[in-house]
């Protein structure tokens, strides 16, 4: 409950730099905030020419761009947002440093600018079902909890990290590498259905695998996703959140003398 009760006194900071963070990434740029929906879209184009034209990967009766970019959106979301977190405190050291400062608040900071950015590209992804004429149905709506469950999971590793990297750096270096092979082992660009039976059960070990395929079955298939991965992330996700969140607080009390 006092954490709550900080949040809420810092949420005036914490929106003006989340706010400031957005106008200031992309000021100087001729196309602005249009990056943030032409950037997806272009990994997109390229994904797909490789892997429905020359590798030919089964994309569950869908055209290959909406099945890719279903799954691909809140990939980036997540790898986006854990990535930036590692470098955190060493950013914002100066902001470290004043004893009163709410720590904390630079977590939840970047994590609001990445999700208002994700929210700028799910306009390419209406974009890329109208034009192949998907219309989701009421189960789309599962999607909701579905990327709370994701949302959740970030915060708690955004949260590690940032302050595990604090004092050893190489944090920094081995997160982009497992967020890379992250993207080959979910199904982002393949279905999980076309895995092989008995490889399956360890590939829903990973607690993303529900999350990816439950986008695609409220999505794209207008079902709802599988229960039991999503209860799996469910609970993967709150645990890693609370333990991320004591290693910080833990932590965040010498953040000043190691930046």
Same mark, same amino acid.
């Given at each position: 409950?006092?954490?709550?009760?900080?949040?809420?006194?810092?949420?005036? $900071?914490i929106?003006?730099?989340?706010?400031?963070?957005?106008?200031?990434?992309?000021k100087?740029s001729?196309?602005?905030?249009?990056?943030?929906?032409?950037?997806?879209?272009?990994?997109?184009?390229v994904?797909?020419?490789?892997?429905?034209?020359?590798?030919?990967l089964?994309?569950?009766?869908?055209?290959?761009?909406?099945?890719?970019f279903?799954?691909?959106?809140? #990939?980036?979301?997540?790898?986006?947002?854990?990535?930036?977190?590692?470098?955190?405190?060493?950013?914002?050291?100066?902001?470290?440093?004043?004893?009163?400062? #709410?720590?904390?608040?630079?977590?939840?900071i970047?994590?609001?600018?990445?999700?208002?950015?994700?929210?700028?590209?799910?306009?390419?992804?209406?974009l890329?079902?109208?034009?192949?004429?998907?219309f989701p149905?009421?189960?789309?709506? #599962?999607?909701?909890?579905i990327?709370?469950?994701?949302?959740?999971?970030?915060l708690? $590793?955004?949260f590690?990290?940032?302050?595990?990297?604090?004092?050893?750096?190489?944090?920094?270096?081995?997160?982009?590498?497992?967020?890379?092979m992250?993207? &080959?082992?979910?199904?982002?660009? &393949?279905?999980?259905?076309?895995?092989?039976l008995? #490889?399956?059960?360890?590939?829903?070990?990973?607690?993303?695998?529900?999350?990816?395929?439950?986008?695609?079955?409220?999505?794209?298939?207008n079902q709802?996703p599988d229960?039991?991965?999503?209860?799996y992330?469910?609970v $993967?996700?709150?645990?890693?959140?609370?333990?991320?969140w004591?290693?910080?607080m833990?932590?965040?009390?010498?953040?000043?003398?190691?930046?």
């Open positions: 409950m006092k954490n709550l009760v900080e949040i809420h006194e810092n949420k005036d $900071f929106l003006a730099l989340a706010r400031r963070e957005l106008v200031s990434k992309y100087q001729l196309l602005g905030k249009l990056w943030i929906i032409i950037q997806p879209l272009g990994l997109m184009l994904l797909t020419i490789v892997f429905s034209l020359f590798v030919r089964p994309s569950e009766g869908l055209p290959y761009a909406p099945f890719l279903v799954a691909l959106l809140p #990939y980036l979301f997540f790898s986006k947002a854990i990535g930036a977190s590692t470098g955190l405190i060493n950013s914002y050291s100066g902001l470290i440093k004043q004893r009163n400062f #709410y720590r904390p608040a630079l977590v939840l970047k994590f609001l600018s990445e999700t208002v950015n994700f929210g700028f590209t799910l306009i390419g992804l209406v890329v079902l109208l034009y192949y004429q998907l149905g009421l189960n789309a709506l #599962y999607a909701i909890p990327l709370c469950i994701q949302m959740i999971m970030m708690g $590793f955004m590690l990290l940032a302050a595990l990297n604090a004092y050893v750096r190489d944090v920094g270096v081995v997160a982009p590498l497992v967020l890379r992250l993207r &080959y082992l979910s199904p982002i660009m &393949y279905s999980f259905s076309a895995i092989p008995q #490889y399956q059960p360890y590939v829903a070990l990973n607690p993303l695998t529900g999350i990816f395929d439950g986008y695609r079955q409220a999505i794209l298939h709802p229960l039991l991965m999503l209860v992330s469910l $993967f996700s709150v645990v890693v959140f609370i333990i991320g004591i290693v910080f833990k932590l965040e009390k010498n953040f000043a003398d190691v930046v």
